[in-house]
């Protein structure tokens, strides 16, 4: 037998909630001032591409890398350049931003990758992409992930939509 549809976007929703609390009551006080860094943070006429940024002597508490996108399943603009394997460059400077107290995030999406189509999902699995972002942040020491959906709408469907599949894609994060 199944669940019925409801009930289980019900519970996703809960357990959504619960993570959220979780984490807010985990989040360190005082404002958090964030920037974003992408392409014009980098010269990229050498090779390997230059990291031209310093965030360290900054007052921001967290650089968001853009970006990762899930329908090329690829990095792109400044997380391209600093999460090359091969680049001293990136891990540099993750590592030299993280001493200096502050969190680096891989952006997800943004501007250029909104899901606004529900066939969206169908292409770009929120569970796996859940797992695949995981790693990148495992495996380049990152301090998280920031989902950059820049328009969400509940009501593009009858069964929640991309809030489901936003909901899927928070849970598989948390478990990966």
Do not use: R
Not at 13 to 41: N, Q, R
């Amino acid at each position: 037998s199944s669940f019925p549809s409801g009930l289980v976007v019900g519970l996703m929703l809960l357990l959504l909630l619960l993570l959220t609390a979780a984490a807010v009551l985990a989040a360190p006080s005082g404002p958090a001032i964030i920037t974003y860094v992408d392409s014009k943070g980098i010269n990229w006429g050498a090779q390997p591409p230059k990291l031209m940024v310093d965030i360290t002597q900054e007052s921001y508490t967290h650089v968001y890398m853009g970006f990762f996108l899930p329908s090329l399943n690829k990095t792109f603009d400044f997380a391209f350049a600093a999460l090359l394997p091969d680049n001293p460059a990136g891990a540099y400077f993750v590592n030299a931003t993280q001493k200096a107290g502050k969190k680096v995030i891989l952006g997800c999406g943004g501007a250029t990758e909104t899901p606004t189509d529900p066939s969206y999902f169908a292409k770009n699995d929120p569970v796996q992409l859940g797992h695949t972002l995981a790693g990148l942040v495992k495996q380049f020491n990152l301090d998280g992930v920031g989902i950059d959906w820049v328009c969400i709408d509940v009501a593009e469907s009858e069964d929640g939509g991309s809030w489901k599949e936003f909901s899927f894609l928070k849970i598989s994060l948390s478990l990966s």
